[in-house]
């Protein structure tokens, strides 16, 4: 039997140049034991796109705005102080008094509580109900498909603003009834989203390897058709977020918001709004940008997770 040497300045097949066996490569093409995980990879992604590192930075820091900065600073939001009516900024309010004396700097803080509160809970709800009814029309097909998806059309054919005031008419608004109100006229985009992956997701191998092991359709509902919409739910849940908080917005401009003295800010760009002609520009600026940025905030970081959960970049 003949043996073949390397020669001169060769490795031998399956060592290294110092002679070890190389370490076996993992499913991303890189070493065990180095190879990233998806969650490291998905991070790295998040982090390269700086915008989306603004718009956390923005929305964390209106969190801490709203919900921390009462806590330094508190202010009197019950009481009506007619002595300090629309006062200028200046020592002891920053930014000025409204109509009623309340400090316009802690109106901000607590308007600013409602309109998050309000705008992340309804975001859940509406992501949690439209991907659960999206997945079962869109898995099972059929008669269940076509039940379903009528009814979001039927509803998709009101118009939400229309649909919103006709609610908030009926009832009293509060933060739990705008959140529930909100939730519920909210899913119906992402359960149209989401239904649409889940056609397609059920023709592929492993749903329908699923089935022929003897599985049951719920479970693959529940472990492969949602799991592999995470990157569609987690979008469009940012653009939730955003949509519901300009939808408090428009209520309470519209009057319809929290009730004092309580307020959202919205409510408080209604109310600066009656004073557009006498210079008072403190009661307008300061809700309108804290809407904007907020929006504009969230919509970048939706951009960055995006990114950050496609399949495609996080193995490239």
Known sequence: MTTIRPGAGETAPGLTDSGEQPAPLGAT????????SMFRLGFEVFVQNRLAIVGLFLLLAAV????????????????VNLDQVT?????GHPLGT?????????????????????????????????TVWGAIAGFFGGWVDAVMMRIVDAILSIPILFLLLFLVTIVKPSVPVMVFVLGLTAWLVPARLVRGESLTLR?????QAVRVMGGT?????????????????????????????????????LGLGIAPPSTDWGGMLSNGTAFVFTNYWWLIYPPGLAII???????????????????RLQRR
């Open 203 to 207: 023709v592929r191998e492993y749903v």
């Open 64 to 79: 801490l705005f709203c919900f921390l900065g009462p806590l330094i600073r508190p202010s009197n939001q019950i009481t």
């Open 293 to 311: 940025i907020v929006v504009v905030a969230v919509n970048l970081v939706g951009d960055g997770l995006r990114d950050s959960v496609e399949v």
């Open 217 to 253: 359709s719920w479970h693959a509902v529940l472990r492969h058709i949602m799991p592999n919409v995470v990157g569609t739910v987690i979008v469009n849940a940012t653009f939730q977020v955003a949509d519901a908080i300009l939808l408090v917005a428009y209520l309470g401009y």
């Open 98 to 130: 409204d109509e009623t004396g309340y400090d316009q700097l802690g109106r901000l803080m607590t308007g600013g509580q409602v309109s998050l509160i309000v705008g992340f809970s309804a975001a859940v709800i509406a992501t949690i109900v439209g």
């Open 87 to 91: 006062l200028p900024p200046g020592p």
């Open 29 to 36: 093409g890189l070493p065990v034991g180095k190879a990233k």
